[in-house]
């Protein structure tokens, strides 16, 4: 099945203790449609602007990504500035241009609204609302969201929250969310905010899936270095949507699955800048680590 997925399509500038990178491919839904397009036929929605790259629109085409939805604006692409510390845990922000994702409000082309499965990249609630009401009663809604929203959009996050299926988000903002440090404690609060499953990321230390069938505990890859962290969030996401739209059977039968799928392909962001070893790894690359992590894990 085809996956449809919204968010930022933006040009990052990325500076490490080690390396400074500027205006390469980011944004969550280029990760994340990115990350899909291994599994599943993936459209993409977002706005760029006269700036954007073409050689970024021809990297969308290699990866198969229907670009219908893709509207190239007058205007700056969205541009975002930020530099790590030594542990790559720590970040903070240097610029922010939103250019011409400011006052964006896509309209989508008709065969987009009967996608059975639609990814809410992280992007404004109000824009998720947006898309989601255009849908035509999509299969599994999954939305992503982060401390930014819940500061300045939280009425419009817990508006959201009612009208899907699934929300991801990492530990420090499920804890904000709730008022509640304990994540194991915090998870049946936010199911009462909507969401029958909830994915709580914890970076190099995996996910937690809450759902019907209880709680699953999945552990990240394990990387010998770290380049770059931006996108890994968004990469996991995407690579679990996308394995989701390409299993037939019942979500609850599919989703540990497709965490363990995502966990890996999120793996292969960590290790260049942006989406530089993403768009150079090849499904059987996929499928060899999610092996090696299953061994891992087995006793």
């Keep these: 099945m085809s996956l449809l997925v919204v968010g930022t399509t933006a040009l990052d500038s990325i500076k490490t203790p080690y390396a400074e990178n500027p205006r390469l491919l980011g944004g969550s839904a280029s990760h994340a449609a990115v990350a899909a397009s291994f599994f599943a036929p993936t459209h993409l929605v977002g706005a760029v602007g006269e700036d954007f790259p073409r050689k970024y629109i021809n990297l969308y085409r290699r990866h198969g990504l229907c670009l219908e939805g893709l509207d190239q604006l007058p205007g700056q ?12 845990n720590n970040r903070r922000t240097l610029d ?12 989508l082309p008709a065969a987009y609204t009967r996608l059975p499965y639609l990814l809410l990249a992280n992007i404004a609630p109000d824009l998720q609302g947006h898309v989601l009401s255009q ?36 530990d420090s903002e499920a804890a904000q969310l709730v008022e509640e440090d304990n994540i194991v404690a915090a998870l049946p609060r ?29 552990p990240a890859y394990p990387l010998k270095k770290v380049v770059d962290p ?70």
């Design 230 to 299: 931006t996108g890994a969030g968004d990469s996991f996401v995407g690579g679990l949507m996308g394995y989701l739209a390409s299993q037939k059977g019942s979500l609850d039968k599919n989703l540990r699955a497709a965490i363990i799928h995502g966990t890996v392909t999120a793996s292969y962001c960590c290790e260049d800048f942006g989406l530089k070893k993403t768009t150079k790894v090849k499904k059987t690359d996929i499928s060899k680590r999610v092996r090696e992590l299953t061994k891992m894990v087995s006793w």
């Design 135 to 170: 849908m035509k009663r999509p299969k599994f809604v999954v939305a992503d969201t982060m401390d930014l929203w819940l500061n300045i959009a939280r009425p419009a996050v817990l508006k959201l929250l009612k009208r899907i299926d699934c929300l991801v988000l990492n």
């Design 77 to 88: 692409t969205f541009h975002w500035s930020g530099e790590y510390e030594v542990n790559m």
């Design 96 to 107: 922010t241009v939103l250019g011409v994702i400011e006052n964006y409000s896509p309209t």
């Design 190 to 218: 936010i199911h009462k905010l909507g969401p029958k499953y909830v994915i709580v990321k914890k970076g190099e230390h995996g996910a937690i899936l809450s759902g019907p069938k209880g709680l699953f505990v999945a």
